[in-house]
Each structure stands twice: as C-alpha cells, then as structure tokens.
C-alpha cells in the first residue's frame, strides 16, 4: 500500500484545506482519511473525517483557527474513502476509496 508523505510539497499544497473546500461545495459527501503520525519513534493512527467543509479528527486533537493548519505534526496519509451523507446503520453509503491524494482533489471523484 502506497503511503502519501506530507512532505515539504504537500505541506505547500495543504492538502487537507483543499480537501475541506471542495467538501464545502458537495455537502453530501464524506471523505475519511486514514493514516498515522509519527511521534517518538512510534506510529500513531491518524483518521480525519472531513464533511461539509470541515474536518475532526476521531484520533487527535486538531486545530479550529483558520489561519493554521489543521494538524501540526508530521503525519503519513495511506488511504482515502468517499461515503455518501448522511451516514445511517441500514444503508451502505461507502462510493471509493483511493491511496493517491491527488485522486481526490479532482472535485469529479467525489461525485
């Protein structure tokens, strides 16, 4: 499985703020992104749900300012899956998932 660094490139491209815009303008969406931080040697599980715009983590605590980045540490993004909103026990809402960052800032692959 590929592992997608947050390298200096994409701390550039911030990629968990453009995921955040264009969720802002499909609203029936919801992409969680699976991965880890890298913290004393260790890995730690890193998962962010990002919906209507904004994200949460179910595993960090992450920053709300606007003019900082959602997570400060350095973390590995490994997986990306698409759901359709809302989430409910009965339906299966999963749409893709996909390794590559890239592949779901194309705003067509959320649809």
């Avoid at 968990?16 to 599980?45: T, V, Y």
């Amino acid at each position: 499985m590929e592992e997608t660094l947050a390298s200096p490139k994409m701390a550039e491209i911030d990629l968990i703020k453009n995921l955040e815009e264009i969720s802002s303008k499909i609203p029936k969406r919801i992409l969680k992104l699976d991965g880890f931080i890298q913290k004393d040697n260790h890995k730690e599980k890193l998962e962010i749900i990002i919906f209507k715009g904004f994200s949460s983590s179910t595993t960090h605590p992450i920053e709300i300012d606007l003019e900082k980045k959602v997570i400060e540490f350095q973390y590995v993004i490994n997986n990306f899956k698409l759901y359709k909103a809302p989430l409910t026990e009965t339906e299966d809402n999963f749409i893709r998932e996909n390794q590559n960052s890239v592949f779901f800032l194309n705003h067509k692959n959320w649809i």
